[in-house]
């Protein structure tokens, strides 16, 4: 199934009410035009234009609240994830300009963003949809100067960064890849989950480090995996969600930093650089271009991304922009790239599993159940006079309303008498008997009627089973003999380390 990129923008309030404002007309929430001023040079914009435009799935104005952006764009999301397939949500822009407002939110609760909003819907749903089984486990990882930290890791609180394990990538020999020194947290409910969130926010911030100042520059990917059995149809599925709030994209100029931060900068602008890079591969690929090769392994970050941008999965960008003129080269710089992204589109598929046998059996025992039943219909039981009295009241006896009394009597009489429940019937007249035999006559044709839609229904039911079954006993036996002949078809399997759907080598 085809899966088109949906590309958000959100515009951040602006600070001050001047003139120093962003130009802009919004048309139906979804094209943006920006209004150039004539006076700002605009490196490489064409200056002979005034106005630019950038096309949305939707535009959220600097009025938007925080319910607004969640319900609009992770709701379908999630309910994706929870149907089995991949998803991804990504916040891309400058510094400042609004991505961990909206993916983590502020301090109070009332303005939380789309990760604890998530976290509440996905145990909502969960309670909700009651023939599935669902297991949710959570893993929170940041990336800094190409190094990926654990931020689920309590030792982390005591030791500086430097002593920290780095998460390793490598690759198994089926060609996936793993990461070591990632942990993974079964999470039961919204509470565990928010106080995982609120962990790893609280390591990332008061590490006595570089990264108390770096949080702008460093990218963050808030992992749920979710484990879900179909218990009507014995379906296992396994999907992954990555929120991920990435490091701000603006390009630094070298003349402005030094030191540490000269290093930050080269790591930061190299991986969004390498971003850019293989969006535009994918752009290239998606027109049509021999592109074989997308560079997902220059680094880290598109590594571990390399399924949210060209594989399995749903994919979603929410692009936050500042409202100010000083800032408009670096929008112009967000909105041209998530017109590139806006473009791509993924083949998704649900990533599920059969357990064969366990349909078998529930198949066979279903079927034994109403075998039980055709029995008792054909030696005459119904299984379930209480319910047949009452249809036949309802079905054959009139209602008293306006019915002489003495029909509705013997009608009655004529039911408990076929239903043993007396022994003899009494008859005054002659139109008495007749509207005995007139009774038993509905009675008799109702009945009739009854057992042979049932009976029809039961047999036909019985055949449909016949028929699964033997094919699923087909299916059984072929992916037995496949399985033999080839050890390694498991396809889920989930230790310590986790693991990602790639063929990809790790670059370290
Ligand atoms: P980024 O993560 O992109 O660097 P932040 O999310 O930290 O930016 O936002 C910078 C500041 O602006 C924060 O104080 C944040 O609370 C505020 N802010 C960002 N977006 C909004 C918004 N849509 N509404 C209100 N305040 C916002
Ligand atoms: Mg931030």
């Not at 297991?135 to 960064?161: C, G, Q, T, V, W």
């Not at 598109?302 to 749903?314: A, F, M």
């Not at 399985?483 to 693991?499: A, C, D, M, V, W």
Request: hydrophobic share 30%.
């Amino acid at each position: 199934m085809k899966s088109q990129f949906e590309v958000y923008l959100r515009l951040k309030p602006s600070n001050n009410q001047s003139q120093n404002s962003m130009q802009y007309q919004l048309y139906h929430n979804k094209r943006l035009q920006v209004l150039l001023p004539r006076n700002v040079k605009l490196g490489m914009i064409n200056n002979s234009r005034d106005n630019l435009e950038f096309n949305f799935t939707h535009v959220f104005d600097q009025k938007s609240s925080q319910d607004q952006v969640f319900s609009k764009v992770t709701i379908p999301v999630i309910n994706s994830f929870l149907d089995g397939y991949n998803a991804t949500i990504f916040a891309y822009g400058q510094t400042g300009s609004g991505k961990t407002y909206t993916m983590s939110g502020a301090e109070t609760w009332q303005l939380r963003g789309v990760i604890p909003r998530a976290l509440s819907y996905i145990f909502d749903e969960i309670d909700k949809r009651t023939k599935f089984q669902y297991k949710i486990y959570i893993s929170f990882m940041e990336i800094y100067n190409e190094n990926a930290y654990d931020l689920l890791e309590k030792r982390h609180l005591e030791i500086p960064l430097e002593q920290w394990n780095k998460i390793a990538l490598f690759e198994d020999d089926q060609n996936n890849i793993h990461l070591k020194n990632l942990s993974i947290h079964q999470c039961n409910n919204e509470q565990e989950g928010i106080d995982l969130l609120m962990m790893g926010n609280f390591i990332r911030q008061v590490s006595s480090t570089p990264m108390n100042q770096s949080s702008s520059r460093s990218h963050c990917i808030f992992t749920a995996t979710l484990e879900g059995c179909d218990t009507t149809t014995d379906t296992y599925f396994v999907s992954k969600l990555h929120l991920v709030d990435l490091a701000g994209s603006e390009r630094i100029s070298k003349s402005q930093v030094e030191g540490n931060l000269l290093n930050e900068a080269k790591y930061i602008n190299l991986s969004l650089t390498y971003l850019e890079q293989v969006i535009i591969a994918l752009n290239e690929r998606m027109k049509g271009a021999n592109r074989q090769h997308i560079p997902y392994r220059n680094s880290l970050m598109t590594t571990l991304l390399k399924d949210s941008l060209g594989g399995n999965c749903k994919t979603v960008m929410i692009a936050t922009i500042s409202s100010e003129n000083d800032n408009l080269e670096e929008s112009l710089s967000t909105l041209r790239f998530s017109q590139r992204v806006g473009q791509l589109e993924n083949e998704i598929r649900r990533n599920e599993k059969v357990d064969l046998e366990a349909v078998v059996k529930r198949l066979e025992q279903e079927k034994l159940v109403l075998i039980r039943e055709l029995e008792q219909y054909q030696r005459g039981g119904t299984g379930n006079s209480n319910n047949k009295k009452q249809q036949f009241q309802q079905q054959i006896l009139p209602q008293s309303n306006g019915m002489p009394l003495n029909k509705k009597q013997i009608q009655e009489k004529v039911e408990l008498y076929l239903n043993e429940q007396v022994t003899q019937l009494d008859v005054q007249s002659y139109e008495d008997a007749q509207m005995c035999f007139e009774a038993m006559k509905d009675l008799y044709n109702t009945r009739m009627k009854e057992y042979v839609t049932e009976l029809t229904f039961i047999s036909e039911k019985l055949q449909k089973y016949d028929e699964i079954l033997t094919r699923k006993k087909e299916q059984s036996s072929f992916l037995e003999q496949k399985e033999n002949s080839s050890p390694e078809n498991e396809i889920y399997k989930r230790n310590e380390s986790q693991q990602i759907n790639s063929k990809q080598k790790p670059n370290q």
